[in-house]
């Protein structure tokens, strides 16, 4: 929980059609003058569900309780784990982003110098006016930050504008090193993966060309069964969050939901790795989704300085300990990641900009595009590198390309129709594939929670299936004499290639095997292969897609570090091509332009992307002219399948339990207000408050925001003086500053202990907690003053503010508290404090079960 929430105030003034709260239960408010509101009794009021005509029966919403119960753990990788909010309010919480000079008239031209230097604009460097600071943009417009608390303030006025310069250089540093560290794991990825599976390939071709065929199928079952293996052990011991793509993670990351180890260096780690034997052990998985939680632990992991308990620390990077410029470099870290799977730097930051971030600015834009280029160069280089044939089996594989700029698309009404046929399949098929993949993944679910050898085990069943199937299947297609026209060798003779020999005689090949015995890059590129109408028979392909189709949907949950984008273009791939051999006679099309645009409708049916995918598959495919084909087919394509269910990602945040909180605010909220919600009973601290009050406070909750309100003699009235985090109060308390008598100090007094860097948030299990501290008898009985790290500008909403435009400035602001005040005077100062546990869908029905979710 995030903090303590009252329930609402008694009897709000409210408009419309239901007026009354259900209940009221202002109890007990600690301070002096709190008068008649200690002794405030509950009242029972209905309020009534709109749901009906004027003259037809309306439904009371009976509040059923008052106290958050909703889950604080989530399903990370494949363990269950505690959950925590992000604070993306807070901008400054290091002193270095902002020097606040109020006597020095440097910054318009040092703004100026510092967009001609840096190429970025003025929204950099702060501008002061009074308590005020604004950060000016080149539209014109001014974003507001505001002073957080006294002693940041007074901290700022101490900074030199050095701190400014040094902060855009690092800034910008950061960006640099994302994008190529995340730019060498992609290529290494794919080097490593080039290697072993060619390794792999190559000995069970010799042994099948030696006639070897139950040899060759143990030594092909066997090394997938051992990289299988390994892979889900280092999963399941080292790294449980390592498990699956990562994608829901990050994107729950970026939406303000923390969880343990997601972006820690074991994480990393096992990512890695574990992503190359997966993909090696010839699983229906792609290395592409890891990728992007890849380059996310890639961004967190220099963001915060290092590791403490690896030994990996660098200080000059601890600027940017804060959740929101942690936010900013992980969003380039996704996009990073996709710019290294697919070579695509445009799709990477489509893709950050469109799934992966909840929030968005055109500063953000310039850095996560230039991060994306660097990683683009970085593999052009490396990739160059590999042509002269220095990285083994490596160049003729990984780091898909498929070049389809040859194929001249011309295309009449006859395609037209084939291609609204093609998207309304990929939306059929994607919605069917969402639901079994959300039925499947909770039946794993009870599987991975019994322990990691259930885990190791589940692994195993499913790599000895898939070895059986790709081997197996083969043995059922038929032999097809070689083309008379072939470009390439036929049969191929070696790992990749369109014309698999297998058990075929010379002279010919197996179309099926051409599929099965390949990497997953290189089935792709034969799918999408020109010139190749007559390749691959229907059965085949009929085979193929089934076995993909099935074995994409029980690979995904397995304790393995895996992708659904390769699975997902190898099935659309499939079924694109069906459909442009069967219209063949009526098309000028070509099958393999057809398999694009059946991919390009199978990933908008899943994943429900349009601009992203639409711009990654046209760099992959360097295919400028599909443009308006590829559109259509993915509008189509998630348009039939947002009629059936979610994106496939949307549907595993829900699944993972993780409290993910949409752009939009849904229809119920509007029949209820910010004060239906919160929920009690709501602990606040004074302004000067006692040692012993704080420590018993914090034992005994989890949660890490606490008002604080200023009591006579400290003010003439009880009033809000803002909202303290439980990080600042366990280092105040750490520094033992105390008084012996209740006074106010000022934030000179707080400044001689401790510098700006101890309040800076922790990396990962880095924080202090309250089991750390003890205390004296005498010190319990002691005094702090709270005042100088209390924010004393939080958001506050009035309780009768509906509770859908309180969702909406939540999420825009990327809140983690969000006080709630009443309405009318004479009440205490606050009535509770919303948190984004509040606005979830089963707080809400726990509360109003009559309420319905379609209003």
């Not at 709000?12 to 239901?18: C, I, L, T, V």
């Not at 010839?282 to 890891?290: A, Q």
């Not at 709630?820 to 707080?843: C, N």
């Amino acid at each position: 929980m995030d903090a303590h929430h009252s329930p609402p105030a008694a009897q709000p003034e409210r408009h419309g059609s239901f007026n009354y709260d259900i209940e009221s239960t202002d109890g007990p408010w600690r301070g002096a003058g709190a008068g008649a509101g200690q002794d405030r009794s509950s009242e029972a009021l209905l309020r009534y569900d709109d749901r009906y005509d004027d003259d037809g029966p309306r439904e009371p919403l009976l509040r059923k309780r008052t106290m958050n119960t909703t889950s604080q753990i989530a399903i990370v990788g494949a363990n269950v784990c505690p959950i925590e909010s992000l604070d993306y309010e807070y901008a400054l919480h290091t002193p270095s982003v902002a020097p606040l000079l109020d006597t020095v008239d440097f910054p318009k031209a040092f703004c100026a110098d510092s967009a001609k230097m840096f190429d970025v604009y003025c929204f950099l460097v702060v501008i002061a006016t009074k308590d005020r600071w604004f950060y000016p943009q080149k539209n014109g417009k001014s974003k507001i930050i505001i002073v957080e608390n006294d002693f940041f303030k007074q901290d700022w006025r101490s900074r030199k504008k050095k701190q400014i310069f040094q902060y855009i250089v690092l800034k910008w540093s950061l960006v640099l090193l994302i994008g190529l560290c995340t730019g060498l794991v992609g290529f290494f990825n794919n080097l490593a993966v080039e290697n072993i599976a060619g390794f792999k390939l190559l000995l069970t071709s010799d042994l099948m060309l030696k006639h070897r065929y139950f040899t060759a199928f143990l030594a092909y079952g066997g090394c997938n069964l051992v990289l299988a293996a390994t892979a889900a052990a280092i999963c399941a011991y080292i790294a449980p969050a390592a498990a699956g793509s990562g994608i829901p993670e990050v994107k729950a990351y970026l939406n303000g939901v923390d969880a343990y180890a997601i972006l820690a260096p074991s994480t990393l780690f096992v990512k890695i790795f574990g992503s190359i034997l997966g993909v090696s052990a010839g699983f229906v998985l792609g290395k592409e989704g890891p990728m992007v939680h890849t380059g996310a632990c890639i961004a967190n992991l220099l963001g915060q300085g290092g590791s403490r308990k690896y030994h990996l620390t660098c200080n000059w990077l601890r600027y940017f300990k804060n959740d929101r410029d942690r936010r900013d470099l992980i969003t380039c870290g996704s996009a990073a990641g996709v710019a290294a799977a697919f070579r695509a730097p445009v799709g990477g930051v489509l893709f950050a900009l469109e799934e992966a971030a909840s929030w968005w600015r055109s500063a953000l834009l310039w850095r996560t595009f230039f991060t994306t280029a660097v990683v683009a160069v970085v593999l052009r280089g490396l990739i160059e590198l590999c042509r002269s044939g220095k990285c083994g089996l490596f160049g003729q594989g990984g780091l898909i390309m498929f070049d389809l700029s040859s194929t001249v698309p011309s295309y009449s009404t006859q395609d037209i129709i084939a291609i609204i046929v093609l998207g309304i399949i990929g939306g059929v098929f994607g919605g069917l594939f969402n639901f079994l993949l959300d039925r499947i993944l909770r039946a794993y679910s009870f599987i991975n929670e019994k322990g990691a050898p259930y885990k190791i085990l589940l692994t195993v069943t499913i790599s000895i299936i898939t070895s059986a199937c790709s081997y197996g299947l083969p043995w059922l297609a038929p032999c097809t004499p070689c083309p008379a026209d072939a470009v390439e060798e036929c049969p191929t003779i070696g790992r990749s290639g369109n014309f698999k020999n297998f058990q075929c005689p010379p002279g010919y090949y197996n179309g099926l095997a051409s599929l099965f015995f390949n990497t997953n890059d290189d089935a792709i590129r034969n799918l999408f292969s020109s010139g190749t109408e007559n390749e691959f028979h229907m059965s085949t392909l009929f085979v193929f897609f089934t076995a993909i189709y099935c074995l994409g949907l029980v690979t995904y949950g397995i304790a393995v570090p895996s992708g659904l984008f390769i699975p997902v273009i190898l099935a659309g791939a499939t079924y694109g091509r069906i459909v442009g051999t069967l219209l063949g006679p009526l098309s000028d099309l070509d099958p393999g332009l057809f398999a694009l645009l059946g991919a390009a409708s199978f990933l908008g049916g899943t994943m429900r992307m349009t601009v992203s995918v639409c711009v990654i598959l046209l760099e992959l495919t360097n295919d400028l002219l599909m443009l308006p084909l590829v559109m259509l087919v993915l509008l189509i394509s998630k348009t039939i399948a947002d009629c059936f269910n979610k994106g496939v990602y949307d549907q595993i945040v829900v699944m993972k339990g993780l409290p993910f909180l949409e752009a939009h605010a849904e229809p119920y909220m509007r029949h209820l207000v910010a004060g239906d919600v919160v929920s009690g009973p709501l602990i606040s601290f004074s302004g000067v408050e006692r040692v012993g009050n704080i420590v018993q406070a914090l034992r005994i909750t989890g949660h890490n925001g606490f008002p604080v309100v200023d009591e006579p003699p400290l003010s003439e009235a009880p009033e809000l003086v803002g909202l303290v985090l439980r990080s600042l109060l366990l280092v105040l308390l750490k520094g033992k500053r105390f008084m012996k008598e209740k006074m106010k100090t000022s934030g000179s007094f707080v400044l001689q202990r401790f510098g700006a860097f101890d309040f800076a948030k922790a990396g990962s299990g880095k924080g202090l907690k309250i089991e750390d501290l003890d205390f004296t008898d005498e010190e319990m009985d002691m005094y702090v003053d709270l005042h100088p790290i209390t924010n004393t500008s939080p958001y506050t909403v009035v309780e009768t503010m509906s509770l859908a435009k309180a969702a909406v400035l939540f999420r825009a602001l990327g809140l983690r508290h969000l006080l709630v005040v009443p309405k009318t005077p004479g009440r205490p100062p606050i009535v509770g404090i919303l948190t984004r546990h509040d606005f979830m869908p089963e707080h809400i029905h726990g509360l109003f079960p009559n309420i319905h979710k379609s209003h």
